[in-house]
Each structure stands twice: as structure tokens, then as C-alpha cells.
């Protein structure tokens, strides 16, 4: 029997924003599959508006949505203070696969970067280490 590559996200909180319906539910399938808490926005703006009530542990957003991009969505997110969620762990997700789209992901202030259509394992094995955390086959024994 082969070993389960899903990592287990239990405890982590997770946005994840996409104008597009069917990413939104495939991306909060794949992420509550691991035992992540997923919240779904379909835009930038109404997740702002939201870490103002709470925060989440972790973000994934699309780069391209129409009104207020994932680009600009994160760099509002770094303007923040600690406290209100400047240093949560962002993941930018795109159908465009370019150089020059990755670089502008990552000076935009995004940790990490993953193309359309995505692998759903690599994707929750990235909010895994982005999170912080290690599967229990990977700590010591004691």
C-alpha cells in the first residue's frame, strides 16, 4: 500500500480568492480534503473587507480578477501591519505561465506561485510548508 501524499492541514485557515467559480470550488475541495478551514471570496476587495473581522492562516489568490487584482490584493495585504495580517503567507495562482508573470508575483509580495490548471496535491502540500507545518511521518521519533 502505498503511502498518502495529501498532506493533513487541520487547524489551518485558508482564503481563497478567484472570480472564477469553478477554480474557487476546486481549489476549497482539494483544501478541505486536507482538513483545511477554507473561506471563498470571489473578489480581492471582499476579502480585505473580511480580515478586518478575522484572519486567516494563509491566502491564495488568483493574479488576474477583474476590479482590484491579485497583484494589488497583495501588495494592500504587506502595507498592513503584522498584527492585521502584513506577514500571512500568500500563494498567487494563474492560467498564465511566464517568466515575467512569476517575477511580478513575487515583487508583488506573494511566498510562493502555482499555474492552472493545478496539481491538487502540490497545491496543498505548498499551503502545507507555507503554513508552517510538518506531517507527522516527518517528526522525529520520540
Known amino acids: 500500500m502505498s503511502p498518502n501524499p495529501w498532506p493533513n492541514l487541520k487547524g489551518i485557515h485558508v482564503f481563497v480568492i478567484d ?16 482538513g483545511a478551514l477554507v473561506t471563498v471570496f470571489q473578489s480581492a476587495v471582499a476579502a480585505l ?3 478586518g473581522e478575522y484572519l ?14 491579485g497583484l494589488e490584493f ?3 495585504l504587506r502595507a498592513r501591519r503584522p498584527e492585521q495580517g502584513g506577514l500571512i503567507p500568500a ?7 511566464e517568466d515575467f508573470a512569476a517575477l511580478s508575483a513575487r515583487a508583488a509580495g506573494f511566498d510562493a506561485y502555482l499555474t492552472k490548471p493545478m496539481n491538487f496535491v502540490t497545491s496543498c502540500i505548498v ?11 516527518d517528526q522525529p521519533a520520540a
Open 91 to 97: 500563494i498567487a495562482i494563474t492560467a498564465y505561465y
Open 74 to 76: 497583495v501588495r494592500h
Open 19 to 34: 472570480d472564477n467559480e469553478d477554480s474557487r470550488r476546486l481549489l476549497e475541495q482539494a483544501l478541505t480534503y486536507c
Open 49 to 51: 473587507e473580511a480580515m
Open 127 to 137: 499551503v502545507e510548508h507555507l503554513a508552517g507545518l510538518k506531517r507527522p511521518e
Open 56 to 69: 486567516p492562516t494563509l491566502v491564495v489568490s488568483d493574479i488576474s480578477m477583474p476590479g482590484m487584482t
